[in-house]
T-cell receptor, first 117, second 116 residues
Framework: GAVVSQHPSRVICKSGTSVKIECRSL??????MFWYRQFPKQSLMLMAT?????????EQGVEKDKFLINHASLTLSTLTVTSAHPEDSSFYIC?????????????FGQGTRLTVV | AQKVTQAQTEISVVEKEDVTLDCVYETRDTTYYLFWYKQPPSGELVFLIRRNSFDEQNEISGRYSWNFQKSTSSFNFTITASQVVDSAVYFCALTGRGGGYQKVTFGTGTKLQVIP
């Protein structure tokens, strides 16, 4: 199957600082990537859809100015948590698909566990 | 709107027992895909199966089997002869035309604990 790599896998940052998480599709081009967030003992919730070369589409309730998404190339999307606070501590995971359409499958990265202290 | 319901929050079984994880879904799409993922304590999502809405054949893969019942909108997952390594959170998920077949709607997950 296709490989999606996320970096870093774990990060601890101080409150008020910004953290960047990278999501790379290693062996295919992804025009669209998705970012999910998972709070402890909860399910994964879609935060935003990252589109190569255009602005991301955010789900309701997700602050676009706080969670900056950049999809600079067909193999890389980044999520920057700006001015992080302890309540932003969560597991962030990205996914990417080869193509849009019926016969597709989303491949997930390994996830990034963010702890804000 | 799409919705995936996993009514079982946590299940504990003794090793070698069989266990079934329930999944009920809602969607208005006529074409959709159902998934099961395993999330071990390390956090990564491990893909287990994808099933499209037109294929109601049950599937078996080793100790794993899946029962897709379109009439009841269910996609249940059975682990036969469970092992300690099966301990994880299992998510049932759904994609459909409304999300371009890429946005994944997850259930709330079922935490499975297999006791040695």
């Amino acid at each position: 199957g296709a490989v999606v790599s996320q970096h870093p896998s774990r990060v601890i940052c101080k409150s008020g600082t910004s953290v960047k998480i990278e999501c790379r599709s290693l062996d295919f081009q992804a025009t669209t990537m998705f970012w999910y967030r998972q709070f402890p003992k909860q399910s994964l919730m879609l935060m935003a859809t990252s589109n190569e070369g255009s602005k991301a589409t955010y789900e309701q309730g997700v602050e676009k100015d706080k969670f900056l998404i950049n999809h600079a190339s067909l193999t890389l999307s980044t999520l920057t948590v700006t001015s992080a606070h302890p309540e932003d501590s969560s597991f962030y995971i990205c996914s990417a698909s080869r193509t849009a359409g019926v016969n597709t499958e989303a491949f997930f990265g390994q996830g990034t566990r963010l702890t804000v202290v | 709107a799409q919705k995936v319901t996993q009514a079982q929050t946590e299940i504990s079984v003794v090793e070698k027992e069989d266990v079934t994880l329930d999944c009920v879904y809602e969607t208005r799409d006529t074409t959709y895909y159902l998934f099961w993922y395993k999330q071990p304590p390390s956090g990564e999502l491990v893909f287990l199966i994808r099933r499209n809405s037109f294929d109601e054949q049950n599937e078996i893969s080793g100790r794993y089997s899946w029962n897709f019942q379109k009439s009841t909108s269910s996609f249940n997952f059975t682990i036969t002869a469970s092992q300690v390594v099966d301990s994880a959170v299992y998510f049932c998920a759904l994609t459909g035309r409304g999300g371009g077949y890429q946005k994944v709607t997850f259930g709330t997950g079922t935490k499975l604990q297999v006791i040695p």
